[in-house]
């Protein structure tokens, strides 16, 4: 199973373009998984990378935030345009497509001052592509499952709380339930994908274990929401990765500085690529 990174904050290829989001794409043979969507470059890096985004199977989102999902609208067209059929099935949580930002209350509505969602709303994706959402784990083959939704253990990890988001015409506190993860199960054990890991990092990997009955972490892959971290929660994530004894780690988009503390993190962006057993 190869990985490459499609869309990040860092480029590691001179003809890509870097954005705030992420994207990564997973070939397995048969299928082939795009991970978020990032914002807009998405295509383009594809194209100077030579991936084809046609031999997508799946689309898998990490959770509803814009910068993981405003590359669905560029995709729809692409394939659109190219006559794919059938088009990818999208897999998420519920939540993933319900409006979410920064909002105050001027007398008897709601104000926006900074959206977070994705430009498509959920009947927008539900009119073009076949779409499962689920707050259960969904195994896609006997390798490869969607976590749904995180279990939270204030003791295993911190959640992260950003906005707010709209519940039966009500604004309130965003914990961003949608947050979830996807993990491959490969022979030597389980590589864990991450959007932001808003859910809090090590709540992630204790879950994927227990879904995957195996206790070997190989590798962890994409954002884990410490740019704004303080020094106790990165000792914190350190400390417990360190206990895992990974091979590698390969944080990236959300993680800010902080990657640099964390144990066996190697150097990640766009044009990245990694190979994992079977």
Not at 90 to 103: E, K, M, Q, S, V
Not at 263 to 272: E, K, L, R
Request: proline fraction near 5%.
């Amino acid at each position: 199973m190869k990985i490459t990174v499609l869309v990040d904050n860092h480029s590691l290829s001179p003809t890509t373009r870097p954005e705030n989001g992420l994207s990564l794409f997973l070939d397995a043979g048969d299928i082939c998984i795009l991970f978020d969507t990032g914002r807009r470059n998405l295509i383009e890096n594809a194209h100077q990378l030579d991936i084809d985004l046609t031999r997508v199977t799946h689309i898998i989102l990490s959770h509803g935030h814009h910068d993981h999902t405003s590359g669905l609208p560029h995709l729809l067209g692409f394939y659109k345009s190219r006559h794919i059929s059938p088009f990818p099935v999208i897999i998420c949580h519920p939540d993933a497509f319900d409006r979410r930002g920064f909002y105050f209350r001027l007398l008897f509505r709601s104000i926006c001052l900074r959206s977070l969602n994705s430009p498509m709303t959920k009947n927008d994706v539900l009119e073009n592509f076949p779409t499962i959402f689920s707050k259960e784990p969904i195994w896609i083959n006997p390798q490869f499952v969607f976590l749904g939704e995180i279990p939270r253990n204030p003791q295993v990890d911190e959640e992260c709380v950003v906005g707010t988001i709209q519940k039966n015409e009500m604004s309130i506190k965003d914990r961003i339930l949608d947050d979830s993860a996807l993990v491959y199960k490969s022979s030597e054990g389980i590589i864990i994908l991450s959007g932001c890991a808003h859910s809090g990092i090590c709540n992630i990997v204790e879950y994927a274990k227990k879904i995957c009955a195996d206790e070997r972490v190989l590798d962890i892959l994409g954002g884990f929401h410490l740019k704004y971290a303080s020094r106790a929660r990165l000792d914190h994530v350190k400390n417990y990765l360190s206990q895992l004894h990974l091979k590698s780690i390969h944080a990236c988009h959300c993680t800010g500085k902080g990657r640099n503390a964390l144990p066996n993190q190697q150097n990640i962006g766009i044009g990245t690529s990694l190979t994992y057993p079977e």
